[in-house]
């Protein structure tokens, strides 16, 4: 079956622009997370989605939002981009609830310019 | 809060183990995954351990201690294909998939 997918994989914006990326899971997974990687912090866990439904948010500012669609699919948006924002973003999926493996997608690679 | 550490960088031989300690301290501990990455590439599961004790697969194997806060990532006749970075991640108890990393271990596999 196809994995995680996440388009685009790379872009460039300019500071104070907005971008949206997004996410498909695998087929079937409902819980969709989104993670920020950078080389100093690692990987920081920005929120998770389950069935259209934020269930958890981390430590960002609020021009990080998401959401997801009927069909798992979810997208992320940073508006009013920061040099900082510059990362790779990754979305892993999940089944559901409970102790289940993450599939983590490639990645979107965000430059800030 | 919550404190996940692992060193920053090893290095071995090929053909030699390495053990990648991972200690953390988090309030409702529910599971510790491993992760490899690659550079470039997308995190991969490796393990899973939510009660006391080894978990082997293959030439990996994981360990748990909930009462010390520890795990540690065992790789066996190391190949060059095993340098990359290994991930250690916290479940909390929330019953959904969020997980607390660490900043991870950059392994070097030198011939």
């Known amino acids: 079956k196809a994995g995680v997918t996440q388009t685009p994989r790379y872009l460039i914006k300019t500071r104070g622009q907005q971008v949206t990326l997004s996410c498909s899971p695998i087929?079937?997974?409902?819980?969709v997370s989104w993670y920020q990687q950078t080389p100093g912090q690692g990987l920081q866990f920005l929120f998770e989605?389950?069935?259209?439904?934020?269930?958890n948010k981390g430590n960002f500012p609020g021009r990080f939002s998401g959401r997801q669609f009927s069909n798992s699919r979810s997208e992320m948006n940073v508006s009013t981009l920061e040099l900082g924002d510059s990362a790779l973003y990754l979305c892993?999926?999940?089944?559901?609830?409970?102790?289940?493996?993450?599939?983590f997608g490639q990645g979107t690679r965000l430059t800030v310019v | 809060g919550q404190n996940i550490d692992q060193p920053t960088e090893m290095t071995a031989t090929e053909g030699a183990i390495v053990q990648i300690n991972c200690t953390y301290q988090?309030?409702?501990?529910?599971?510790l995954f491993w992760y490899q990455q690659h550079a470039g590439e997308a995190p991969t599961f490796l393990s899973y351990?939510?009660?006391?004790g080894l978990e082997e697969k293959g030439r990996f194997s994981s360990f748990l201690s909930r009462s010390k806060g520890y795990s540690y990532l065992l790789l066996k006749e190391l190949q060059m294909k095993d340098s990359a970075s290994y991930l250690c991640?916290?479940?909390?108890?929330?019953?959904?998939?969020?997980?607390?990393f660490g900043t991870g271990t950059r392994l070097l596999v030198s011939p």
């Open positions: 991640a916290v479940k909390r108890n929330t019953g959904f998939q969020k997980l607390v």
């Open positions: 988090t309030s409702g501990f529910n599971g």
């Open positions: 989605y389950f069935s259209e439904t934020q269930r």
């Open positions: 087929s079937g997974h409902r819980s």
């Open positions: 351990n939510v009660l006391d």
């Open positions: 892993a999926s999940s089944y559901g609830k409970g102790n289940t493996e993450a599939f």
